[in-house]
């Protein structure tokens, strides 16, 4: 049992929710204007969890035949077998049972929007399979995190949390076209839709480029209509030339150091701009 939770969890990249945790706080530091109750945050913790858990089993599950056929990916837990698709069914049943259960005890808009929410993380896993708009889709499950937050302590919808949900879109789609382009001659070969094996890896690196562009403006965007001091923005300088070298180290020839920018420096800028958000609006 330990083994198979230990391998599930190592299929799921569980330590990968640091991408969206502290966006997920961001939206709940910036609803409160200052530090939320600890039993939210514990809450909003959970159902990240659990909703990541979610969203990235169901996708090892719907790709697991692709998985397998891939080089790339065909030693993943489920395509060689070191996990059964029923254990990762119940597995996923789990998750969202946690999910609805954390979405209850914040309040209850986050609840009646809890199946939605997993509907939308869940759909990306199919969105591959039909349009080329798949990285946004992957963009748009993980920029619900802030939207979430917000919700969570302050379940009223304004400016705010949609341009950070904006500039999470935007951020997640840029690198994970990035990343996307590792699978180009697969994606093509198997007739997977993606904006490489659309468009070509130089083009789409140009078009990560313009994505990451609407990024810095929808972050400093979040700056203006919420009012944060000067701190914020002076952040927000290091965190573009922090994206600005992400594209610095890749070249279309040359993905030899896209872990670092994929993991490394975008972990970091997830943590930073939690840090940028959290310090002006702490009294």
Request: proline share 5%; glycine share 6%.
């Amino acid at each position: 049992m330990f083994r198979r939770i230990k391998t599930t969890l190592d299929m799921i990249k569980f330590e990968h929710t640091v991408f969206a945790l502290p966006f997920a706080f961001m939206g709940a530091f910036l609803a409160q204007r200052g530090i939320p109750d600890w039993d939210k945050l514990l809450w909003i913790l959970i159902a990240m969890i659990s909703a990541r858990s979610v969203a990235m089993a169901f996708n090892r599950l719907v790709d697991m035949k692709i998985d397998a056929r891939n080089p790339r990916t065909r030693e993943r837990a489920l395509p060689s077998g070191k996990v059964s698709p029923v254990w990762v069914c119940w597995f996923i049943i789990f998750w969202a049972v946690v999910f609805v259960f954390s979405s209850y005890n914040l309040n209850r808009l986050v609840f009646c929007l809890s199946p939605v929410a997993l509907a939308i993380v869940m759909a990306y896993s199919y969105a591959k399979r039909f349009t080329w708009f798949t990285h946004i889709f992957l963009g748009i499950a993980d920029g619900i995190a802030p939207l979430a937050g917000w919700l969570a302590i302050k379940p009223v919808f304004e400016a705010t949390p949609f341009w950070l949900f904006a500039g999470v879109a935007f951020w997640v789609t840029g690198f994970d076209i990035l990343y996307g382009c590792l699978d180009y001659d697969f994606d093509r070969k198997e007739g997977i839709y993606s904006i490489p094996a659309r468009f070509g890896i130089k083009n789409a690196l140009y078009i990560s480029i313009f994505f990451h562009i609407l990024t810095i403006i929808c972050f400093f965007s979040v700056g203006v209509v919420a009012r944060l001091t000067p701190v914020y923005f002076y952040g927000m300088v290091f965190i573009t030339l922090l994206l600005v070298g992400e594209h610095f180290i890749i070249k279309p020839h040359d993905f030899s150091r896209i872990n670092m920018a994929f993991f490394t420096i975008n972990g970091f800028i997830g943590i930073a701009m939690f840090f940028l958000v959290a310090l002006p609006v702490i009294p």
